[in-house]
Protein backbone atom coordinates (compact mmCIF):
# COMPACT_ATOMS: atom_id res chain seq x y z
CA UNK A 1 0.00 0.00 0.00
CA UNK A 2 1.05 3.43 -0.39
CA UNK A 3 0.87 5.42 2.52
CA UNK A 4 -0.40 9.10 1.93
CA UNK A 5 -1.71 10.90 5.34
CA UNK A 6 -1.12 10.44 8.86
CA UNK A 7 -1.10 12.50 11.90
CA UNK A 8 -1.06 11.48 15.76
CA UNK A 9 -4.02 12.24 18.20
CA UNK A 10 -2.89 13.35 21.44
CA UNK A 11 -5.49 10.69 23.45
CA UNK A 12 -8.26 12.64 25.57
CA UNK A 13 -9.99 11.60 28.42
CA UNK A 14 -13.30 8.97 27.64
CA UNK A 15 -15.10 11.81 29.83
CA UNK A 16 -13.53 15.15 28.51
CA UNK A 17 -16.25 17.44 27.31
CA UNK A 18 -14.85 19.13 24.56
CA UNK A 19 -16.56 18.85 21.29
CA UNK A 20 -13.64 20.53 19.17
CA UNK A 21 -10.46 18.15 19.00
CA UNK A 22 -8.98 19.65 16.01
CA UNK A 23 -5.96 20.85 18.19
CA UNK A 24 -5.46 17.39 19.37
CA UNK A 25 -3.90 16.19 16.15
CA UNK A 26 -0.76 16.59 14.67
CA UNK A 27 -0.17 15.75 11.03
CA UNK A 28 3.32 13.94 10.44
CA UNK A 29 5.19 12.89 6.92
CA UNK A 30 3.80 9.27 6.64
CA UNK A 31 7.44 8.29 4.98
CA UNK A 32 9.49 9.42 8.25
CA UNK A 33 9.84 8.15 11.08
CA UNK A 34 7.21 8.45 13.75
CA UNK A 35 7.93 6.49 16.64
CA UNK A 36 10.10 6.67 19.32
CA UNK A 37 12.54 3.46 20.60
CA UNK A 38 10.16 2.77 23.75
CA UNK A 39 7.01 2.73 21.91
CA UNK A 40 5.24 -0.83 23.05
CA UNK A 41 3.67 -1.03 19.78
CA UNK A 42 6.68 -1.91 17.86
CA UNK A 43 8.49 -3.92 20.42
CA UNK A 44 5.50 -5.95 21.49
CA UNK A 45 2.66 -5.41 19.51
CA UNK A 46 0.77 -4.18 22.71
CA UNK A 47 -2.10 -2.12 21.27
CA UNK A 48 -5.09 -2.65 19.10
CA UNK A 49 -6.07 -1.35 15.50
CA UNK A 50 -8.80 -1.47 12.94
CA UNK A 51 -8.85 -0.96 8.94
CA UNK A 52 -11.36 1.16 7.28
CA UNK A 53 -12.15 0.54 3.62
CA UNK A 54 -12.92 4.12 2.07
CA UNK A 55 -14.51 4.50 -1.32
CA UNK A 56 -14.38 7.78 -3.06
CA UNK A 57 -13.31 9.62 0.18
CA UNK A 58 -16.65 8.16 2.14
CA UNK A 59 -15.82 5.82 4.95
CA UNK A 60 -17.60 2.55 5.46
CA UNK A 61 -18.76 1.48 8.68
CA UNK A 62 -17.04 3.72 10.66
CA UNK A 63 -19.56 3.29 14.03
CA UNK A 64 -18.93 -0.75 14.24
CA UNK A 65 -15.08 0.04 13.46
CA UNK A 66 -15.15 2.21 16.71
CA UNK A 67 -17.45 -0.03 18.60
CA UNK A 68 -14.68 -2.96 18.29
CA UNK A 69 -12.11 -0.84 18.77
CA UNK A 70 -13.30 0.23 22.26
CA UNK A 71 -13.73 -3.90 22.52
CA UNK A 72 -10.63 -4.53 21.91
CA UNK A 73 -8.96 -1.97 23.90
CA UNK A 74 -11.34 -3.04 26.60
CA UNK A 75 -10.10 -7.11 26.37
CA UNK A 76 -6.54 -5.49 26.41
CA UNK A 77 -6.99 -3.22 29.35
CA UNK A 78 -5.87 -0.01 27.89
CA UNK A 79 -7.62 3.19 28.49
CA UNK A 80 -10.98 3.50 26.71
CA UNK A 81 -10.60 5.63 23.99
CA UNK A 82 -12.93 8.97 23.58
CA UNK A 83 -14.94 7.50 19.96
CA UNK A 84 -15.59 11.67 19.26
CA UNK A 85 -12.14 12.43 19.06
CA UNK A 86 -11.55 9.09 16.78
CA UNK A 87 -14.43 10.41 14.97
CA UNK A 88 -13.08 13.14 13.94
CA UNK A 89 -9.91 12.26 13.56
CA UNK A 90 -11.17 9.18 11.22
CA UNK A 91 -13.09 12.81 9.12
CA UNK A 92 -10.07 14.96 9.09
CA UNK A 93 -7.62 11.92 7.16
CA UNK A 94 -10.95 10.78 4.82
CA UNK A 95 -10.80 14.49 4.12
CA UNK A 96 -7.66 13.68 2.28
CA UNK A 97 -8.96 10.55 0.71
CA UNK A 98 -9.97 11.42 -2.80
CA UNK A 99 -11.34 9.53 -5.39
CA UNK A 100 -11.14 5.17 -5.43
CA UNK A 101 -10.40 3.09 -2.43
CA UNK A 102 -8.33 3.83 -0.06
CA UNK A 103 -7.55 2.54 3.27
CA UNK A 104 -8.05 4.24 7.21
CA UNK A 105 -6.08 2.40 10.03
CA UNK A 106 -6.61 3.41 13.11
CA UNK A 107 -3.58 2.38 15.61
CA UNK A 108 -4.21 2.80 19.81
CA UNK A 109 -1.20 1.26 21.39
CA UNK A 110 -0.06 1.37 25.23
CA UNK A 111 2.58 3.82 24.71
CA UNK A 112 5.94 4.51 24.98
CA UNK A 113 7.51 1.80 27.74
CA UNK A 114 6.80 4.01 31.70
CA UNK A 115 4.94 6.51 29.66
CA UNK A 116 1.82 8.50 31.20
CA UNK A 117 -0.63 8.17 28.25
CA UNK A 118 -1.07 5.73 24.78
CA UNK A 119 0.16 6.60 21.70
CA UNK A 120 -2.77 7.20 18.38
CA UNK A 121 -2.59 7.52 15.40
CA UNK A 122 -4.36 7.33 12.42
CA UNK A 123 -3.08 6.50 8.71
CA UNK A 124 -4.27 6.77 5.19
CA UNK A 125 -3.42 4.68 2.21
CA UNK A 126 -4.21 3.71 -1.25
CA UNK A 127 -6.30 0.16 -0.77
CA UNK A 128 -4.19 -2.71 -3.12
CA UNK A 129 -5.91 -3.44 -6.49
CA UNK A 130 -8.32 -6.37 -4.74
CA UNK A 131 -10.09 -6.96 -8.64
CA UNK A 132 -8.93 -10.21 -9.05
CA UNK A 133 -9.68 -11.84 -5.78
CA UNK A 134 -13.46 -9.92 -6.14
CA UNK A 135 -13.69 -11.89 -9.50
CA UNK A 136 -11.64 -15.17 -10.20
CA UNK A 137 -11.86 -15.69 -6.28
CA UNK A 138 -9.01 -17.11 -3.80
CA UNK A 139 -7.27 -20.79 -3.00
CA UNK A 140 -7.83 -21.44 0.56
CA UNK A 141 -6.15 -24.17 2.89
CA UNK A 142 -7.42 -25.03 6.31
CA UNK A 143 -4.59 -24.38 9.19
CA UNK A 144 -5.23 -25.36 12.49
CA UNK A 145 -5.11 -22.49 15.22
CA UNK A 146 -3.86 -24.78 17.87
CA UNK A 147 -6.65 -24.85 20.37
CA UNK A 148 -10.19 -26.02 20.87
CA UNK A 149 -13.53 -24.53 20.55
CA UNK A 150 -13.62 -23.95 24.06
CA UNK A 151 -10.28 -22.02 24.95
CA UNK A 152 -10.86 -18.38 24.31
CA UNK A 153 -13.67 -18.96 27.19
CA UNK A 154 -11.19 -20.52 29.38
CA UNK A 155 -8.10 -18.30 28.89
CA UNK A 156 -9.57 -14.97 27.90
CA UNK A 157 -6.30 -13.59 28.56
CA UNK A 158 -5.11 -14.89 25.25
CA UNK A 159 -7.06 -11.91 23.65
CA UNK A 160 -8.78 -14.17 20.97
CA UNK A 161 -11.42 -11.46 20.10
CA UNK A 162 -9.52 -8.48 20.19
CA UNK A 163 -8.73 -6.88 17.45
CA UNK A 164 -4.61 -6.50 18.57
CA UNK A 165 -1.65 -5.38 16.83
CA UNK A 166 0.06 -8.76 17.57
CA UNK A 167 -0.69 -9.89 13.89
CA UNK A 168 2.79 -12.01 13.40
CA UNK A 169 0.59 -15.31 13.53
CA UNK A 170 -1.91 -14.10 10.86
CA UNK A 171 0.77 -13.62 8.65
CA UNK A 172 2.51 -16.64 8.94
CA UNK A 173 -0.45 -18.40 8.25
CA UNK A 174 -0.76 -16.40 4.58
CA UNK A 175 2.72 -17.22 3.81
CA UNK A 176 2.39 -21.05 5.08
CA UNK A 177 -0.79 -20.56 2.97
CA UNK A 178 1.32 -19.69 0.12
CA UNK A 179 3.82 -22.06 0.81
CA UNK A 180 1.44 -24.78 -0.36
CA UNK A 181 -0.03 -23.34 -3.63
CA UNK A 182 -2.84 -21.53 -2.00
CA UNK A 183 -3.64 -17.58 -1.91
CA UNK A 184 -4.65 -17.74 1.96
CA UNK A 185 -5.67 -19.78 5.13
CA UNK A 186 -8.88 -20.57 7.12
CA UNK A 187 -8.03 -21.31 10.48
CA UNK A 188 -9.63 -24.33 12.35
CA UNK A 189 -9.97 -25.44 15.96
CA UNK A 190 -7.92 -28.37 16.94
CA UNK A 191 -11.71 -30.19 17.73
CA UNK A 192 -12.58 -29.80 13.83
CA UNK A 193 -14.41 -26.65 13.73
CA UNK A 194 -13.69 -23.81 11.23
CA UNK A 195 -13.09 -20.13 12.53
CA UNK A 196 -11.90 -17.66 10.24
CA UNK A 197 -9.51 -16.25 7.99
CA UNK A 198 -5.86 -14.47 9.29
CA UNK A 199 -7.37 -11.06 7.87
CA UNK A 200 -11.46 -11.71 7.24
CA UNK A 201 -14.43 -13.38 8.23
CA UNK A 202 -15.75 -16.95 6.27
CA UNK A 203 -19.06 -17.16 4.99
CA UNK A 204 -20.85 -20.21 3.98
CA UNK A 205 -24.15 -20.25 1.54
CA UNK A 206 -26.03 -23.65 1.68
CA UNK A 207 -29.01 -23.41 -0.31
CA UNK A 208 -30.63 -20.13 0.37
CA UNK A 209 -29.12 -19.58 3.89
CA UNK A 210 -26.19 -18.21 4.39
CA UNK A 211 -23.98 -18.64 7.92
CA UNK A 212 -20.87 -18.05 9.72
CA UNK A 213 -18.91 -19.30 12.43
CA UNK A 214 -20.33 -18.19 15.65
CA UNK A 215 -17.99 -15.35 16.77
CA UNK A 216 -17.92 -16.92 21.09
CA UNK A 217 -15.06 -18.46 20.15
CA UNK A 218 -12.44 -16.63 19.79
CA UNK A 219 -13.57 -15.18 16.61
CA UNK A 220 -13.42 -11.29 15.54
CA UNK A 221 -16.61 -10.32 15.07
CA UNK A 222 -16.43 -9.14 11.30
CA UNK A 223 -17.75 -5.33 10.54
CA UNK A 224 -18.15 -6.49 6.83
CA UNK A 225 -20.07 -9.93 7.60
CA UNK A 226 -22.29 -8.13 10.13
CA UNK A 227 -23.00 -5.34 7.25
CA UNK A 228 -23.47 -8.41 4.74
CA UNK A 229 -26.16 -10.05 6.85
CA UNK A 230 -28.03 -7.02 7.24
CA UNK A 231 -27.65 -6.98 2.56
CA UNK A 232 -28.77 -10.65 2.32
CA UNK A 233 -31.69 -10.29 5.16
CA UNK A 234 -33.05 -8.00 2.89
CA UNK A 235 -32.81 -9.83 -0.26
CA UNK A 236 -34.72 -12.42 1.56
CA UNK A 237 -32.16 -14.77 2.48
CA UNK A 238 -31.71 -16.53 5.89
CA UNK A 239 -28.59 -15.67 7.75
CA UNK A 240 -27.26 -17.38 11.27
CA UNK A 241 -23.91 -17.81 13.54
CA UNK A 242 -22.92 -21.41 14.00
CA UNK A 243 -21.04 -23.79 15.19
CA UNK A 244 -19.53 -25.06 11.81
CA UNK A 245 -17.73 -28.58 11.34
CA UNK A 246 -14.72 -28.36 8.86
CA UNK A 247 -16.12 -30.96 6.74
CA UNK A 248 -19.19 -28.18 6.26
CA UNK A 249 -16.33 -26.55 3.88
CA UNK A 250 -16.51 -28.75 1.50
CA UNK A 251 -20.41 -29.03 1.24
CA UNK A 252 -21.19 -25.59 0.95
CA UNK A 253 -22.51 -23.98 -2.19
CA UNK A 254 -20.17 -21.27 -2.01
CA UNK A 255 -18.23 -19.96 -0.05
CA UNK A 256 -16.64 -16.59 0.53
CA UNK A 257 -13.81 -14.56 2.56
CA UNK A 258 -15.29 -11.16 3.97
CA UNK A 259 -13.24 -7.95 4.95
CA UNK A 260 -13.09 -4.28 4.94
CA UNK A 261 -10.61 -3.87 2.17
CA UNK A 262 -10.59 -6.64 -0.25
CA UNK A 263 -14.36 -7.23 0.07
CA UNK A 264 -16.25 -10.41 -0.65
CA UNK A 265 -13.79 -12.90 -2.33
CA UNK A 266 -15.31 -16.01 -3.35
CA UNK A 267 -13.53 -19.04 -2.43
CA UNK A 268 -12.75 -21.58 -5.34
CA UNK A 269 -10.50 -23.99 -3.94
CA UNK A 270 -10.51 -25.47 -0.31
CA UNK A 271 -7.32 -27.63 0.73
CA UNK A 272 -7.12 -28.76 -3.26
CA UNK A 273 -10.73 -29.48 -4.08
CA UNK A 274 -12.38 -27.00 -6.42
CA UNK A 275 -15.66 -25.19 -5.14
CA UNK A 276 -18.13 -23.66 -7.52
CA UNK A 277 -18.06 -19.59 -7.40
CA UNK A 278 -21.34 -17.76 -7.65
CA UNK A 279 -20.00 -15.01 -9.55
CA UNK A 280 -23.83 -13.18 -9.80
CA UNK A 281 -23.91 -13.19 -6.08
CA UNK A 282 -20.34 -12.41 -5.91
CA UNK A 283 -20.69 -9.33 -7.73
CA UNK A 284 -24.09 -8.13 -6.01
CA UNK A 285 -22.11 -8.47 -2.60
CA UNK A 286 -19.58 -6.24 -3.94
CA UNK A 287 -21.69 -3.62 -5.50
CA UNK A 288 -23.41 -3.49 -1.86
CA UNK A 289 -20.17 -3.15 -0.08
CA UNK A 290 -18.75 -0.34 -2.55
CA UNK A 291 -21.68 1.25 -2.02
CA UNK A 292 -21.68 3.95 0.78
CA UNK A 293 -23.01 2.54 4.04
CA UNK A 294 -22.62 3.69 7.45
Same mark, same amino acid.
Given at each position: *????????? =??????????????????????????? $?? /??????? &???????? $? $???????????????? !????????? $???????????? !???? /???????????????????????????? %????? @??????? &?????????????????????? %????????????? *???????????? =??????? #??????????? #?? %??????????????????????????????????? /??????????????????? %?? #?????????????? &????????????????????? @?
Amino acid at each position: *MAWRFALVI =DPAASDDPRTDFEGSFRVIDPAAPALV $VG /ELSAQRG &DGVFESLG $V $VDGHVQEVEPHLARLA !RSAELCDLP $VPHLAQWRAAIA !RVAA /EAGPGESVVKLLYSRGVEGGPAPTAWVT %LATAP @DNARARR &DGVRVVTLDRGYALDVPARAPW %LLLGAKTLSYAVN *MAAIREAQRRGA =DDAVFVS #SDGFVLEAPTA #SV %LLRFGDRFVTPAPHAGILHGTTQQSVFEHLARRGF /ETGYETVPVADLGRADAAW %LL #SSVRLAAPVSVIDG &DDLAVDHALTDDLNAYLLSPR @D
